[in-house]
């Protein structure tokens, strides 16, 4: 098989969450190590940080990757889903995976992989690991894909771990309360490993501690450090990924440096400004409050549950411009009420539907949000609402695309 026969062959063969949803989630670490045994636990061959969190694991763990990368470490950094290229998904010092790598590995493997049945996930797991291990990498940052005690990445045993915040997000799988979801995110936290937590919340901060305590692992509460440092220096960072949300990230990672440098990880000062400033350009990372035009000014972010739309709506108030288009879109198997309540009421809708079975439908998506007072019109797909929206948008006007990372993917 050539590449794209590779990439079809996985997708129809596989269950995929993103795309089918929780019928592809498997509650079970079981594939994963018999997969991972299979193969000579390729994990334990090289040294990795484990990300979890309701928001902002997939910034933190570029954040990280980039600042390694600055400090001359040969780093392997695996985050998903992907927006545009399956590749993304596994990179080596910024460089995607390559092609014939995957190739070659889902044909050796596939008869093997096949008695298992592992999910689209257990599979690109198993993937990465692999991969680093192939390229032997000095660190990788692994970031879990869904929850954290069950998920397929909970395998490893890193030199430390961060859980970036809790919110509501997967409660059909995670738990219906933010307890039940902090308690499944706090999985992570092994025997010994120190633990960063990005945000003290207190509705949760007491399942962290119990857990900590339980495993003796040393814990730390990155906006109670010690050496916790001011917003304003933060900001003089120049992180290119904007939004306010990004100084709660930048304490994580922050906090995160300091553990990695208590484990003999040379990294200064310079090679931390360096790579925040260079996180795009060192790492790929894309569709954090990312502009994809400049006239009209159009704005992508994958902001999705209610804590990210609630930082996305705070950053969309500071700014100015004379009317708000939004192009929006969801997944049907989450409830949207919680999100469609905080978007603002005073912007020019496009409800749309990205291309896959569990995006939620237009016409549906539309009716759900005139209960709650937005207004606008369903258009076919990603494409035509954007083409829409920047044709309507007049002189400082301001195009915002959201509402799903499906949705930021088609529309960059």
């Known amino acids: 098989m050539n590449y794209s026969q590779t990439l079809n062959y996985l997708y129809a063969r596989l269950p995929m969450f993103q795309r089918i949803g929780p019928a592809a989630y498997k509650?079970?670490?079981?594939?994963?190590?018999?997969?991972?045994?299979?193969?000579?636990?390729?994990?334990?061959?090289?040294?990795?940080?484990?990300?979890?969190?309701?928001?902002?694991?997939?910034?933190v763990s570029h954040l990280l990757a980039s600042i390694l990368q600055e400090a001359g470490y040969k780093t392997g950094l695996y985050t998903s889903p992907h927006l545009k290229d399956f590749r993304e998904r596994v990179r080596v010092s910024g460089k995607m995976i390559s092609k014939n790598f995957i190739v070659d590995f889902v044909e050796k493997n596939k008869n093997i992989f096949e008695k298992t049945e592992p999910s689209f996930f257990e599979w690109t797991v198993a993937l990465a690991f692999e991969y680093f291990s192939e390229k032997k990498v000095d660190i990788a940052i692994i970031e879990t894909g869904l929850g954290g005690r069950l998920d397929s990445t909970n395998v490893i045993t890193p030199v430390c771990s961060a859980i970036t915040n809790i919110s509501y997000d997967h409660t059909n799988l995670l738990g219906n309360t933010l307890k039940k979801i902090a308690e499944e995110k706090a999985g992570i936290i092994k025997k010994n490993i120190p633990i960063v937590i990005g945000e003290t919340q207190e509705e949760v901060k007491t399942v962290f501690i119990r857990k900590a305590k339980k495993k003796n692992a040393p814990l730390i509460f990155a906006d109670r450090n010690k050496k916790n440092i001011s917003d304003k220096k933060i900001l003089a960072f120049n992180c290119p990924l904007q939004g306010n949300y990004q100084l709660k990230n930048t304490r994580t990672v922050l906090a995160t440096v300091d553990l990695l440098r208590k484990n003999n990880f040379s990294i200064s000062e310079k090679n931390i400004r360096d790579g925040i400033k260079n996180v795009v350009k060192n790492t790929g990372l894309r569709g954090r409050w990312d502009i994809i035009r400049k006239k009209p000014l159009t704005i992508c972010d994958t902001g999705h549950n209610e804590a990210?739309?609630?930082?996305?709506?705070?950053?969309?108030?500071?700014?100015?411009?004379?009317?708000?288009?939004?192009?929006?879109?969801?997944?049907?198997?989450?409830?949207?009420?919680?999100?469609?309540?905080?978007?603002?009421?005073?912007?020019?809708?496009?409800?749309?539907?990205?291309?896959?079975?569990?995006?939620?439908?237009?016409?549906?998506?539309?009716?759900?949000?005139?209960?709650?007072?937005?207004?606008?019109?369903?258009?076919?797909?990603?494409?035509?609402?954007?083409?829409?929206?920047q044709k309507n948008a007049q002189k400082n006007d301001l195009v915002f695309v959201g509402g799903s990372t499906f949705v930021v993917a088609e529309a960059m």
């Open 27 to 59: 509650a079970d670490l079981s594939n994963t190590i018999s997969i991972c045994n299979t193969l000579g636990n390729p994990e334990n061959n090289f040294r990795s940080i484990h990300i979890a969190g309701t928001n902002g694991k997939g910034s």
């Open 308 to 389: 990210g739309i609630k930082e996305v709506v705070s950053q969309l108030k500071k700014m100015k411009f004379r009317k708000l288009h939004f192009v929006f879109g969801t997944v049907s198997d989450k409830d949207p009420s919680g999100v469609l309540k905080l978007l603002p009421v005073n912007a020019e809708y496009y409800f749309c539907k990205a291309k896959l079975p569990r995006a939620m439908d237009a016409e549906e998506l539309k009716i759900l949000a005139g209960k709650n007072g937005l207004h606008g019109k369903k258009y076919s797909s990603v494409k035509t609402a954007l083409k829409a929206a």
